[in-house]
């Protein structure tokens, strides 16, 4: 059915099983209405060692690989929560990775370990009002000047980007537009640096995103992630597991509403049976629970060539479409089933039919995977 099933895995299974029942689906609906989760959420995540799954233990995390991850992942969607909460609770994941490879023990000691540690809340500043496909493109500038950066631009989408204590952000280094990028992390606070509206959206809401704006920022250098020059390389680099734990959520989420409308077919009486007496309900069923097992099995293999460091950056773009793809289909096929009620803010499909919208346009998108994949072609 999922991963390697070690004994491990199960245990990881059950504990994130229960961390969702207790802590989350109870108050789900109060941080969707507030739009954002609360950092307790994050303290307790961290208590039982599920915010630092995919971070070694020599940086405060709890150990484990991308496959641990997608683990947690899997399992928060089937048990009743969300990707809105998973990008919410979870923003370190795209946050932090960068300074880890770097290996610089001040940032390492500074952010990452509160971050694991549920203490700070950590967001990643990539995307700018121009543009957020075209990367090489970045706008916002960093001049230095002596042992400081200054910097200039904005940002938005930034998930997490309100609560967030720290934003490691994609500067140039250059000329604006010249590709010569830098990662610096930037602290809240800093004068100049400005947190903007939280942005309402679609989906996603428990989720919040801001607009992030720099005027004149001073950033010691020492806050540089990495040689100056590297960030393009670094971002590229990272977003192999972005872009998978998105494939994730997408067959994840597939998963839960095949589970979902299977479970309302059974129950939904019409014109005197239950839509599963049909066989058009039935094959609808068959189709989306096919398309889910495809897209997971899929997923499954690119994400253990990724952990075992094999060079698929092809593959990771097509798991992501195949997965977000079938994402697509199931949750439009489940709100619909579900008739009246689908529409209703009450119905969890009606959630997770917001919520997946993001997954095609997030982490890179579906053009911009088809891009990489016609490039992998050859074409
Ligand atoms: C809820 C949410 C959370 C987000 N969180 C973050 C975050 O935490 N950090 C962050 O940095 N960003 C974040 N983003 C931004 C996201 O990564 C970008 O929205 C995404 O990369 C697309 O960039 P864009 O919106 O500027 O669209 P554009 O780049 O302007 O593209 C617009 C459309 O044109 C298509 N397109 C672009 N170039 C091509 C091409 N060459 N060929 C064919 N089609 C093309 C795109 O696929 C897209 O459909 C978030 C976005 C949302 C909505």
């Known amino acids: 059915m999922t991963i390697v099933d070690t004994p491990e895995r199960r245990q990881l299974r059950e504990l994130t099983r229960s961390f969702v029942t207790r802590e989350v689906l109870p108050h789900l609906s109060d941080w969707e209405r507030a739009g954002e989760l609360p950092r307790s959420l994050h303290e307790s995540a961290a208590k039982i060692g599920l915010l630092g799954i995919g971070f070694p233990e020599s940086v405060g995390g709890s150990g484990g ?32 990775p960068h300074i880890v490879a770097a290996q610089d023990e001040a940032l390492i000691e500074r952010y990452v370990r509160p971050a694991l540690a549920g203490t700070m809340i950590g967001a990643l500043a990539i995307t700018e009002p121009d543009g957020g496909s075209d990367v090489a493109g970045i706008r916002t500038c960093a001049v230095r000047d002596g042992d400081h950066y200054v910097v200039n631009g904005a940002k938005t989408y930034i998930t997490s980007g309100v609560r967030a204590d720290f934003v490691t952000t994609a500067v140039c280094t250059d000329f604006p537009g010249s590709g010569s990028l830098s990662l610096l992390v930037i602290d809240k606070g800093t004068p100049g640096f400005t947190v903007g509206r939280r942005l309402e959206k679609l989906g996603w809401h428990c989720s919040d995103t ?6 004149d920022v001073r950033v010691p250098v020492s806050n540089r992630v990495g040689p100056e020059d590297t960030g393009f390389l670094a971002i590229m680099q990272q977003f192999a597991n972005e872009r998978i734990s998105l494939a994730t959520q997408a067959y994840a989420t597939a998963q839960r509403c095949v589970d979902l409308a299977v479970r309302w077919s059974r129950d939904r009486q019409a014109f005197g049976r239950p839509l599963v007496a049909r066989q058009v309900v039935r094959h609808r069923l068959a189709e989306m629970h096919s398309r ?22 092809t593959e990771v773009a097509i798991a992501k479409n195949v997965a977000v793809s079938a994402c697509d289909f199931v949750v439009d096929a489940a709100l619909q089933l579900h008739g009246g009620f689908g529409y209703m803010r009450d119905a969890e499909v009606e959630r997770h039919y917001r919520d997946a919208r993001l997954l095609g346009i997030g982490g890179g998108a579906t053009e911009i995977m088809n891009e990489i994949i016609a490039k992998g072609m050859g074409l």
Do not use: C, K, N
Request: no cysteine; charged share 20%.
């Open 65 to 96: 690989d991308l496959l641990d991850s997608m683990v947690v992942t899997e399992e928060i969607i089937r048990s009743g929560g969300s990707s809105g909460l998973i990008a919410a609770l979870f923003t370190h994941g795209i946050a932090l």
């Open 210 to 215: 801001a607009e992030l704006s720099f005027a």
């Open 292 to 313: 889910t097992e495809a897209a997971r099995a899929y997923v499954h293999e690119v994400a253990e060539r990724v952990a075992a460091g094999q060079p698929v950056v």
